[in-house]
T-cell receptor, first 114, second 115 residues
Framework: DGGITQSPKYLFRKEGQNVTLSCEQN?????MYWYRQDPGQGLRLIYY???????QKGDIAEGYSVSREKKESFPLTVTSAQKNPTAFYLC?????????????FGNGTRLTVT | AQKVTQAQTEISVVEKEDVTLDCVYE???????LFWYKQPPSGELVFLIR??????QNEISGRYSWNFQKSTSSFNFTITASQVVDSAVYFC????????????FGTGTKLQVIP
């Protein structure tokens, strides 16, 4: 079955450490996205990528970094510069980067930083 | 700037009741897309429906129906004869026409269907 796999489901880190969240898709989608979900705030876009080796900052990119070396993979690194990293992170993909393409989401990674 | 308002934070209904989830949006664009997504307890958001701003026809899919009214900037979602499996957080979203996918999500409505 095609889909998006995020791992791990739960992640715990100490403050000051960088951590990388994995996102893999086998839908052959061109565009991939990272969203952050906080209680009562909906989803906010961190980074997006429309094609391999290209990515753009979203609304809340500070303290995060990404890479897109393969079409299937779009890992997100939460750096120590992110002031409030504890959140639920969702990876998504779409067939194209156009505004009419529905997003397909992974199951998310819940990151807790103490 | 775009904005999506889901004023209902949480709703509880008894199984088999009908329930409507409200969504009001703001945009200066004349061309745009509206979406509804469902987020069950497992976490992933599931796409339910897409509407473009030119199509104000209401849509029905099984127990689900959507009422799009440009005059009131609303895109409401009704579940008829609710079931426990409908318990989830529902998000309304707005996307600008063209360019990359710039989607604005509402804050979500948590629906609890009580057996």
């Amino acid at each position: 079955d095609g889909g998006i796999t995020q791992s791990p489901k739960y992640l715990f880190r100490k403050e000051g450490q960088n951590v990388t969240l994995s996102c893999e898709q086998n839908l052959n989608h061109d565009a991939m996205y990272w969203y952050r979900q906080d209680p009562g705030q909906g989803l906010r876009l961190i980074y997006y990528s429309q094609i391999v080796n290209d990515f753009q900052k979203g609304d809340i990119a500070e303290g995060y970094s990404v890479s897109r070396e393969k079409k299937e993979s779009f890992p997100l690194t939460v750096t120590s510069a992110q002031k409030n990293p504890t959140a639920f992170y969702l990876c998504a993909s779409s067939i194209g980067g156009g505004s009419n393409s529905p997003l397909h989401f992974g199951n998310g990674t819940r990151l807790t930083v103490t | 700037a775009q904005k999506v308002t889901q004023a209902q934070t949480e709703i509880s209904v008894v199984e088999k009741e009908d329930v409507t989830l409200d969504c009001v949006y703001e945009t200066r664009d004349t061309t745009y897309y509206l979406f509804w997504y469902k987020q069950p307890p497992s976490g992933e958001l599931v796409f339910l429906i897409r509407r473009n701003s030119f199509d104000e026809q209401n849509e029905i899919s099984g127990r689900y129906s959507w009422n799009f009214q440009k005059s009131t900037s609303s895109f409401n979602f009704t579940i008829t004869a609710s079931q426990v499996v409908d318990s989830a957080v529902y998000f309304c979203a707005l996307s600008r026409w063209g360019g990359y996918q710039k989607v604005t999500f509402g804050t979500g409505t948590k629906l609890q269907v009580i057996p």
